[in-house]
């Protein structure tokens, strides 16, 4: 069955600084892939679509500049947290469509973001 | 996209059958209806999707009346395994269905 990878699982930073998070589709290709955010005990919430070779779409209320999608190639989407501070603290999960006909999403196994 | 509406939580022992109903009143036309799972830190695993009536597969069932204003989701003799969140969403295929509402914590005691 299709596959997400994500990477890494668990990052520790500190204040200030930036954390990139891979998304790879590992057996299909993914034109678009989302992003999610989830803070414990709470549901997902829709972060951002994330386009091949087009910029990504955020949904309202997430700052695009804070939060840097960009989906290079067919099989990789990359989240980039830039100056993060303690509150984007959470967890990050990524998911992606399998290929044409497929309809459900197909999710990574998330990203625990701690900053200090 | 239509809203869904799930009891925030069950509790259920061993070897019971569960049954999860999730209510979309203004679901669409093209809507399908999908049922995902998730386990703490891990991202949400695919269970089950229909349109209408019943679909039926290794690990669930999913009944959808004939208004299709909800739909149930039935885990037979559930095991401590099974307990998780779960997650009704409706929308289009091809990965419209992409609101998560609040889920349906389900505990599984023995």
């Known amino acids: 069955g299709a596959v997400v990878s994500q990477h890494p699982s668990r990052v520790i930073c500190k204040s200030g600084t930036s954390v990139k998070i891979e998304c790879r589709s590992l057996?299909?290709?993914?034109?678009?892939m989302f992003w999610y955010r989830q803070f414990p005990k709470k549901s997902l919430m829709l972060m951002a679509t994330?386009?091949?070779?087009?910029?990504?779409?955020?949904e309202q209320g997430v700052e695009k500049d804070k939060f840097l999608i960009n989906h290079a190639s067919l099989t990789l989407s990359t989240l980039t947290v830039t100056s993060a501070h303690p509150e984007d603290s959470s967890f990050y999960i990524c998911s992606a469509i399998a290929g044409p006909g497929a309809n459900v999403l197909t999710f990574g196994a998330g990203s625990r973001l701690t900053v200090l | 996209l239509a809203k869904t509406t799930q009891p925030i939580s069950m509790d259920s022992y061993e070897g019971q059958e569960v049954n999860i109903t999730c209510s979309h009143n203004n679901i669409a036309t093209n809507d399908y209806i999908t049922w995902y799972q998730q386990f703490p830190s891990q991202g949400p695993r695919f269970i089950i999707q229909?349109?209408?009536t019943k679909v039926t597969n290794e690990v669930a069932s999913l009944f959808i009346p004939a208004d299709r204003k909800s739909s149930t989701l039935s885990l037979p003799r559930v095991s401590l395994s099974d307990t998780a969140v779960y997650y009704c969403?409706?929308?289009?295929?091809?990965?419209?269905?992409?609101?998560f509402g609040k889920g349906t914590t389900l505990s599984v005691s023995s």
């Open positions: 969403l409706v929308g289009e295929q091809a990965g419209t269905a992409l609101i």
């Open positions: 994330s386009n091949e070779g087009s910029k990504a779409t955020y």
């Open positions: 229909g349109y209408k």
């Open positions: 057996d299909f290709q993914a034109t678009t």
